[in-house]
C-alpha cells in the first residue's frame, strides 16, 4: 500500500514538473517574441528617422530652390537671430589666406586692334591753309601724323547677283548657214533653281548655330538689310546644304574619330516637334563624341538620335577600340571593346551636393583647365576625421586629385601617367579605405554619392591606365553647352531632317572652333567648293578642318570678295 501512494506521489510530481516546464517554455517562447518585436521596432525606427532625414534634406533643398538665393549663400534670418537671444556668439576661427595665381595682364589696345585692316584717311590742308598767314607764301608739306583712331563697323551688305552669260558666234561658218556658238562658263549653282549662295547659307549657319540665333530673329535682320526672306526658306536651305554638302565632311571625319585610341563621350536632350511614330512631347537625344589629348588635330561630332538606349552610342563607335570616357551612364556599357573612363567630377558633385547649403559656400568646384587658381584643399587627419562631415572629407579627397591634376596637365603623356601613379594613386587608396567606413543612412544624399563612387570604383580609377586620358569628362560637357546654348533660343526642332542638318551643322562648328579656324569663313569656303568637289574624295580631304588649304585661308578675318563663286582657284591636288 505505501508502496502505491509513494508511486501516486511521483506521478503528480512529475505531472508538475511537466506544467511548469511546458510554462516555462510558454514564457521562453513570449520572451524571443519580445525580443523580436524589440528589434523589428527599433529596425523600424532608424528607418523613420532614416526616411525624415531624408525628407528634410529633399524639403531644404526644395525651399532653397524656391526662396533661396541663386548663389547658394544664406545668411541668418533676423527672426532667427531674435529666436535665440541667449545664445553666444560663435567662436571666430582664423583662416589663413592663400595666394591667389596672378590674373592675365589686360591686353592693350594694338593687341586688341591687331588683326583688324588699317585704312588712312588722310586730312589735308585748304587752298587758303596752304599760304602762311603772316607773308602769303606757299606752305612747304612735310607730312601726316596720327593723331587719333576709330573702329568702324559696316552693316552687314546684301546684293542680287546677276551672273550675265556672254555668247559669241563664229561669222565665217554662219557665212555657210552653219552658226558656230560659245557660250561662257558659269559657276554651278548651289541649290538648283534658288537664288541661294554660299556666302548667304554660310551666314545662316553662322548666325544658327555659332550665335545661337533662331529663324525668325534672322528673318527680322534680313528686313533691317532689305531683303524679305522667310524663316521657312532658311530652314530649307540649312537642311539642303547641310545633307550635300557637309554631310561628306562630317563622315570623313567620323572614319577618323573612330581611328583615335581616348574618346569622350556624352549626350543631351532635345525635342522634335514631327518625328515619325512619337508625339511633340517626346524627349530625343543629341548626342555627342571628343577626340581626347591625343596630340592630333580635335574633332566634335554629334549624333541626332530619337532615344538614350547605349545601342545608340554602340553603332555610332563601331570601329573604335580604346577608352572612352564619360559619365557613369550604363548605357554606355554596350560599346563593344572598349575601356570605359568614368568622369570624377561627376562623383565629385554628388558629395558637393551632399554637404549642407550652409556650409557649400566654403569650397569652389574647378576644372583644372579654369583660369582661377585652386587654393591646396587639405585631407583631414585620420584622428580628426570625426570632426569633418562626412560629405566633406569625400568632396576634400575629390578636391586634392583635381589640384595634382592641375599641376600635371602641361606634361608629355609618359611622364604625367608616371607623376599621377606616385602622386595620385596613395590618395585613392585613402579615398577607398575611408568610404569603407562610411554607413550612410539609405536614400540620403551622401548615400547616393557613396554608392555612386562604390559602383563604378573601377571605371574611375581607369585614367590612371594612360596619360592622355583626363580626370573628368568636362571636355564633352563643354561641347554639350554649345548645343544646349542654341536649344535654349531655339526651344525644338520641326522635323527629323532639321535635327540632323543641326548635328552636322554643329560638328562643323565645333571642330573649326577647336581647330582655331575662323568659323564664317570656314563654312563659306567648303559651301564654295564643295558643289564641284563633293564626290572627290581627295578634294573632301583638303577640305578638312586641319588640311593647309583651309588654315591658308581660314585662318585671318572673313572676306567674301577676294574668293567668289565666279573667281576662286582649284584645289590644289
Known sequence: MELEKLLEQVKFLQTIIEQQQAQIELLNRMVDEKDGTIAEL?????????????????LAEFRRQFF?????????SKDASKARPDTEESPRIPVKGHTRAPRKPKATREEQYANLPIKEILIPLTEEERHCAYCNAEMTPIGYK????????TMAKVERIWYMQETAVCPECKKDGDGTFVKAAVPQALMPHSPASASAVAYIMFQRVFLGLPYYRQEKEMTQLGLVLPR???ANWFIYCAGNYLLPIYEMMHEQLVRREVLHADETTCQVLHEKGRTAESTSYMWLFVTGSDGLPPITLYDYEPSRKGACAREFLKGFHGLLQCDGYQGYNKVEEVILVCCLAHCRRKFFEAVPVERRKKGKLLDILSEEAIPEPKLPPEGELSTWIPAEVGLAYCNRLFYIERSLKDLPPEDRKEKRIEQEMPVWEGFWKWIATINAAGGSKLAKAVNYALNHEETLCNYLLDGRCEISNNTAERKAKSYAIGRKASLFHASEAGAEASAIVYSIVETAKANGLNVFQYLYMVLLYMPDYKNEPAGIKHLLPWSDFIKEYCSGLSDTEKITPEKHEPLPF
Open 146 to 153: 596720327k593723331v587719333r583712331e576709330e573702329i568702324r563697323i
Open 232 to 234: 521657312e526658306t532658311m
Open 68 to 76: 533661396g538665393v541663386a548663389s547658394e549663400q544664406t545668411k541668418p
Open 42 to 58: 527599433r529596425e523600424l525606427v532608424d528607418t523613420l528617422q532614416s526616411v525624415k532625414g531624408n525628407m528634410e534634406e529633399t
